[in-house]
């Protein structure tokens, strides 16, 4: 059997240590199941820094966040085939360059952090609503959420633009730092400002356009990066949070459009003293497992929920056997996950026991230039 996963990250050689850079846009990973490992990765879309996207099975269509010349920056629609496995960019908008940002940052290549001043601005995360034909997208440099309306055809019909304020605790917490955005099940839009260490709640209206409904604070100085949840999960919502390096557990509540603090863990082993950042978060589709990544540390933190959803227990640390594990994903099935490497420019396949939860590495070193987004894309190519 082979399951798929699409592969996304940079192009620029920048992102590479000063070598060249060999990756040209989107990817396709094939893993043949029986085998146990990685057979081929071949190039879906030519583009220039796909750093993240989310895709649309009902219309095969893939939302992605994109750069143009090396001067702008914005999110594009790419129109997928699956009969030929290829796509092609079919829509974009461009980002207003007037305000670009700057943002601290750290450097894994040289273990120091830098101030990073941008040329021009570019989401960070991006979301298709394929029903209202909408796209969200997390503006982490100038802390604004972004909306798109598209037409029947995906062409960008109307724009808008959320500023947010805001700052916490940590140097990184310069500004509010909009990481991460998302449709919950109930069609409100979640957002996670890491800087400014709040989630925000709002409804979506027929134009694209917000009305906020609730604001949840995490702890000072959690910086909430990312989120997950499943059906399974009775409206616990798992967040992410990179600077604290912790899973937290919400509950959120459909009737009020409000979040409620459970608990929270930590993604690291007690006594680590190093520099780390919490990165990628999944939760297994039976919403009995959550797995969280860790940048520093270089390793990923397995959960057990328990409660039907409200707690959490740290079951397994196992090394990625590389730097910088950005962003990974669940095969179809379960029965693997695909981690990206991002520093050594890597990917490494685990076998996942899907009773236990358990993670054992089945195949390393799988070449893969500057890849920061791994999703599972089976269906997708069907």
Same mark, same amino acid.
């Given at each position: 059997?082979?399951?798929?996963?699409?592969?996304?990250?940079?192009?620029?050689?920048?992102?590479?240590?000063?070598?060249?850079?060999?990756?040209?846009?989107?990817?396709?990973?094939?893993?043949?199941?029986?085998?146990?490992?990685?057979?081929?990765?071949?190039?879906?879309?030519?583009?220039?820094?796909?750093?993240?996207?989310?895709?649309?099975?009902?219309?095969?269509?893939?939302?992605?966040?994109?750069?143009?010349?090396?001067?702008?920056?914005?999110?594009?629609?790419?129109?997928?085939?699956?009969?030929?496995?290829?796509?092609?960019?079919?829509?974009?908008?461009?980002?207003?360059?007037?305000?670009?940002?700057?943002?601290?940052?750290?450097?894994?290549?040289?273990?120091?952090?830098?101030?990073?001043?941008?040329?021009?601005?570019?989401?960070?995360?991006?979301?298709?609503?394929?029903?209202?034909?909408?796209?969200?997208?997390?503006?982490?440099?100038?802390?604004?959420?972004?909306?798109?309306?598209?037409?029947?055809?995906?062409?960008?019909?109307?724009?808008?633009?959320?500023?947010?304020?805001?700052?916490?605790?940590?140097?990184?917490?310069?500004?509010?730092?909009?990481?991460?955005?998302?449709?919950?099940?109930?069609?409100?839009?979640?957002?996670?400002?890491?800087?400014?260490?709040?989630?925000?709640?709002?409804?979506?209206?027929?134009?694209?356009?917000?009305?906020?409904?609730?604001?949840?604070?995490?702890?000072?100085?959690?910086?909430?990066?990312?989120?997950?949840?499943?059906?399974?999960?009775?409206? %616990?919502?798992? $967040?992410?949070? !990179?600077?604290?390096?912790?899973? =937290?557990? #919400?509950?959120?509540?459909? +009737? /009020?459009?409000?979040?409620?603090?459970?608990?929270?863990?930590?993604?690291?082993?007690?006594?680590?003293?190093?520099?780390?950042?919490?990165?990628?978060?999944?939760?297994?589709?039976?919403?009995?497992?959550?797995?969280?990544?860790?940048?520093?540390?270089?390793?990923?933190?397995?959960?057990?929920?328990?409660?039907?959803?409200?707690?959490?227990?740290?079951?397994?640390?196992?090394?990625?056997?590389?730097?910088?594990?950005?962003?990974?994903?669940?095969?179809?099935?379960?029965?693997?996950?695909?981690?990206?490497?991002?520093?050594?420019?890597?990917?490494?396949?685990?076998?996942?026991?899907?009773?236990?939860? %358990?993670?054992? $590495?089945?195949? !390393?070193?799988?070449?893969?230039? =500057?890849? #920061?987004?791994?999703?599972? +894309? /089976?269906?997708?190519?069907?």
């Amino acid at each position: 059997m082979e399951d798929k996963f699409l592969l996304g990250g940079y192009t620029a050689d920048s992102y590479t240590g000063g070598k060249h850079n060999s990756s040209e846009g989107i990817y396709v990973a094939n893993l043949d199941t029986d085998k146990g490992k990685i057979t081929d990765i071949n190039l879906v879309t030519k583009l220039e820094n796909p750093a993240f996207f989310n895709y649309s099975i009902k219309d095969h269509k893939i939302a992605v966040v994109m750069t143009k010349n090396d001067e702008t920056g914005g999110v594009g629609i790419i129109d997928f085939d699956p009969q030929t496995g290829k796509g092609k960019l079919i829509s974009e908008s461009m980002l207003d360059q007037s305000v670009k940002g700057s943002y601290e940052a750290y450097n894994y290549f040289d273990h120091l952090y830098y101030w990073n001043e941008l040329k021009y601005t570019v989401p960070s995360y991006v979301y298709l609503d394929d029903k209202r034909k909408m796209v969200f997208a997390a503006n982490y440099n100038t802390n604004a959420i972004l909306t798109w309306k598209l037409d029947d055809n995906y062409q960008f019909v109307t724009a808008h633009r959320y500023p947010i304020e805001g700052r916490g605790p940590k140097a990184v917490q310069d500004a509010a730092h909009i990481h991460f955005t998302r449709l919950l099940p109930d069609g409100r839009l979640i957002v996670c400002s890491l800087g400014a260490d709040k989630l925000l709640v709002y409804d979506v209206n027929d134009d694209a356009s917000l009305t906020q409904v609730s604001e949840y604070h995490t702890e000072a100085g959690f910086g909430p990066r990312q989120l997950a949840f499943n059906k399974n999960t009775n409206n %616990y919502v798992y $967040v992410l949070n !990179e600077v604290g390096s912790r899973t =937290a557990v #919400v509950k959120y509540n459909p +009737a /009020t459009g409000t979040l409620s603090r459970i608990a929270s863990y930590s993604n690291i082993p007690e006594g680590f003293a190093g520099h780390n950042q919490s990165a990628g978060i999944r939760v297994s589709a039976d919403g009995k497992f959550v797995y969280s990544s860790n940048r520093g540390h270089n390793s990923l933190a397995v959960y057990r929920v328990l409660d039907g959803g409200a707690h959490l227990e740290k079951i397994q640390t196992i090394k990625t056997n590389g730097v910088s594990p950005r962003d990974f994903d669940l095969s179809k099935n379960g029965d693997f996950m695909l981690v990206a490497n991002q520093m050594p420019h890597e990917l490494i396949l685990f076998k996942r026991d899907p009773e236990t939860g %358990y993670l054992s $590495v089945a195949q !390393e070193g799988i070449k893969h230039d =500057a890849c #920061v987004r791994v999703l599972e +894309a /089976t269906d997708f190519f069907a």
